[in-house]
């Protein structure tokens, strides 16, 4: 598409987005590059052009893209956060803590730059300002045990031991919903590999074992469900299938013969 339309910016865009993401880094920013010079009012395109230099660690080149990108739209708060990873990552903390207010400010609820500058006021010794951008943290976003642990190592520099308990408690917690997660999504794939292989009880047994790591996994219900009715078990493939829809109310068990 783009050979014959050189000038359609979405396909050349998509085509950039998709080499970036299967790592042909120097394909992905040569074509992102021509993009912005075809369409230099293209924010997104020097956005994403500014994502790739910064995987390739050219961050000078990746800054000013960004810095491009926050011109160009400035409701867009990818480029401003983008932006102030990258000076951070650089040793410019103190240029990235307005550049972070910036995406906070195009997005109130932008869970990821409030705990980014909370990580690089606490790096400053500023630990009341990085404390209240922590909480913001986990206000929006409760299930990050990382927001969760620098809370409890605030409150510990802080004096408040049992705030930093129970906070240190609820990362480990979250730490291991997790691994719970991860592990069941392992498990499911198993059981697939299992029913491939035609061997039922082994299947059942992965999806099983993925329900009991994470009950709130609506496939690990779903497929357990098509397991236990293909072996039969229709009474407790029934009740499978109902945990399975309230989870995920679009999985539907397909009409029996």
Do not use: C
Request: aromatic share 6%; glycine share 4%; charged share 25%.
């Amino acid at each position: 598409v783009v050979k014959a339309s050189p000038d359609f910016a979405e396909a050349r865009l998509n085509l950039g987005i998709a080499l970036m993401q299967g790592g042909s880094l120097d394909e992905a920013i040569a074509e992102l590059r021509e993009l912005t010079r075809r369409d230099p009012t293209n924010a997104e395109a020097f956005y994403d052009l500014g994502l790739a230099l910064k995987q390739r660690d050219d961050f000078d080149a990746a800054a000013a893209a960004l810095t491009e990108a926050m011109r160009l739209d400035a409701a867009l708060p990818e480029a401003p956060f983008t932006l102030g990873v990258v000076l951070w990552q650089t040793g410019r903390a103190e240029e990235a803590v307005p550049i972070l207010k910036d995406a906070i400010a195009r997005r109130p609820d932008y869970a990821e730059a409030h705990y980014m500058l909370a990580t690089i006021l606490k790096q400053q010794g500023q630990p009341d300002a990085a404390l209240e951008e922590v909480r913001r943290t986990i206000a929006i976003d409760p299930k990050s045990a990382e927001a969760q642990t620098t809370l409890g190592q605030l409150l510990q520099a802080n004096h408040d031991a049992e705030g930093a308990r129970a906070a240190f408690a609820e990362a480990e917690r979250l730490h291991k919903v997790k691994a719970d997660a991860q592990a069941a999504a392992f498990a499911v794939n198993a059981g697939l590999q299992q029913l491939m292989r035609k061997d039922l009880a082994r299947a059942i047994a992965k999806f099983r074992e993925a329900v009991e790591l994470a009950p709130d996994n609506a496939q690990a219900h779903f497929q357990l469900a098509l397991a236990l009715r293909g072996s039969g078990q229709r009474d407790e493939a029934n009740r499978e299938f109902a945990a399975a829809r309230r989870l995920a109310p679009y999985l539907r068990p397909p009409a029996t013969p």
